[in-house]
């Protein structure tokens, strides 16, 4: 399940929009057990962040994907980390009617623009690639570790085959 797609990469045009608009408009995030970071979740599906993400996620993965339920902007400022987590148990519990599904993430900002904040699975990590695609199981263990200097971008979604219209319950 664990993947990286780069036949075609997040417009990097469309990155820096989603930075300057959402910058200001963020809710931060905080169980300082587990995490700490500020986001905002689109569930708009007419959106034009949805709908450039939905195409990337095609044209990398194949026209049967689909994002479900939401996108969803995260900004990492210093000292805001995600500590190692998996994501399926809490999606479901929130909507019992939630297709099967797996996790799917876009960097949006260049690795020069900060220090620490690695993404990590099963505790290793992952190496940094602005725009691309990767994704990831609902049972896999992974964070991100904490920053310590500027600010990091991602988009973090939901996938769907169709074909896999059970519940997760």
Known sequence: MNAFFDKKIFDPELAERVKS???????????????????VS?????????????????SNMGPEYSIVQRVTILRYDPGDYFNRHQDGPW???HSLHLPKH??????????????????FIDDENIPFQKGRLFTHGWDTWHGIR????????????????????????
């Open 21 to 39: 608009e959402y910058i200001d408009n963020m809710a931060y995030i905080t169980d300082l057990e587990v995490k700490r970071y500020k986001k």
């Open 102 to 119: 797996f996790y799917g993430g876009i960097e949006i900002c260049e690795k020069s623009e900060f220090e620490g904040g690695e993404f």
């Open 146 to 169: 904490k920053l310590t200097k500027g600010r990091r971008w991602s988009l973090d979604f939901l996938i769907f085959k169709e074909g896999n219209e059970h519940s997760l319950i």
């Open 42 to 58: 689109l569930k708009d599906e007419s959106h034009w962040l949805w709908l450039a993400v939905d195409d990337m996620l095609k």
């Open 91 to 93: 999606n479901s519990a």
